[in-house]
Every structure is written in structure tokens, then in C-alpha cells.
């Protein structure tokens, strides 16, 4: 190869680099207890390309995912089945989420799916991504592939006894 062609060769190389190694960058992530679990593995298999606008990335963890760049949804399967719980339970296509707002104030919320086995939790910055989005996009996996502990979501309405007349 000429001297010029391989100069030539070396200064696209360098030009490209930088931009292949931005697409390529993985999200440093901790398993679940749990994550070897196979319902975490058929989730896992299936996810979504992508999730209120933002890109898949790939992450270093078993049974996890992560969108967006910087990361603005981190997901975890194979964590323990939470119990009973005063954080806002809400329903969403057949999926029951617990929802802690505790770090709204730096736009995150933490959902975690209940009544399921194992459990999955996805911490999302709000300001980039709609909770609702991601409980659509997971929903239907989660609902075909974690298996239901039989547990549901109450609100305190269903368990204060009404007022007598």
C-alpha cells in the first residue's frame, strides 16, 4: 500500500474511531440475587429496541437492560418478590408496579414490579422517559414470562372499613 493511501487509511481510522467507540459503550450495571433465574432470561431475550425515544445499550450484568445515552431507564431482573408495602402500588396492563418517588427531586423514579417471581425494577429519569412508556413496553413481557405470585395491588380504601350510615 502506498505511503499516502495508508496516511490516508490512518487519519479516517482515527476520524471514525471516536464516534464507533460512542455507539459501542456499555453500561456498567450489578446483577439480581436472582438473575440466573430463566423467566429473567426469556425477559431479557425479548426487550424492546427501544423505549419512550431512547436506544438500547448493551450493559455488562446478566438480566439487565439499559436505554438511552446517557442511560436514562436501568432495568434489573432477578431481584426478591417484595412483600407487603406503603410505597403507591399501581396497575398497569396486568402488571402491578410499586413506585418510590423518593428521589423525584433529581427527576428519578424506581419502579418495581409486585407480585411477581422474581421481581424486576426499572429506575428511570423522568425527564427523559415516561413511566408509563416503560410499564407498556415491559408489561407484556413481564406478564407472559414472570410468573404471578398471586399477589395484587390495594389501596388503603380496600382495607379501611366503611362508615356505617
Avoid at 450489578?30 to 426487550?47: F, G, M, T, Y
Avoid at 410499564?135 to 414470562?145: D, K
Wanted: net charge negative.
Amino acid at each position: 500500500m502506498p505511503r499516502s493511501s495508508r496516511s490516508l487509511a490512518l487519519v479516517a481510522a482515527l476520524v471514525l474511531l471516536p464516534g464507533l467507540a460512542a455507539c459501542s459503550t456499555t453500561v456498567a450495571m450489578e446483577p439480581a440475587k436472582q438473575a440466573n433465574d430463566p423467566a429473567c432470561a426469556a425477559v431479557i431475550s425479548r426487550l424492546p429496541d427501544q423505549i419512550s425515544g431512547q436506544q438500547r445499550r448493551w450493559t455488562d450484568a446478566q438480566s439487565t437492560g439499559a436505554w438511552g445515552d446517557p442511560a436514562a431507564i436501568l432495568m434489573t431482573c432477578g431481584l426478591e418478590t417484595p412483600g407487603p408495602s406503603t410505597l403507591p402500588c399501581r396497575p398497569f396492563d396486568g402488571v402491578d408496579w410499586l413506585v418510590d418517588e423518593s428521589q423525584a427531586d433529581q427527576n428519578r423514579y424506581t419502579l418495581t414490579t409486585f407480585g411477581r417471581s422474581p421481581a424486576i425494577q426499572v429506575y428511570l429519569d423522568y425527564e427523559e422517559a415516561s413511566s408509563a412508556d416503560v410499564a407498556q413496553a415491559l408489561g407484556p413481557l413481564i406478564s407472559q414470562y414472570l410468573p404471578s405470585t398471586g399477589a395484587v395491588c390495594t389501596s388503603a380504601s380496600d382495607t379501611t372499613p366503611s362508615p356505617t350510615p
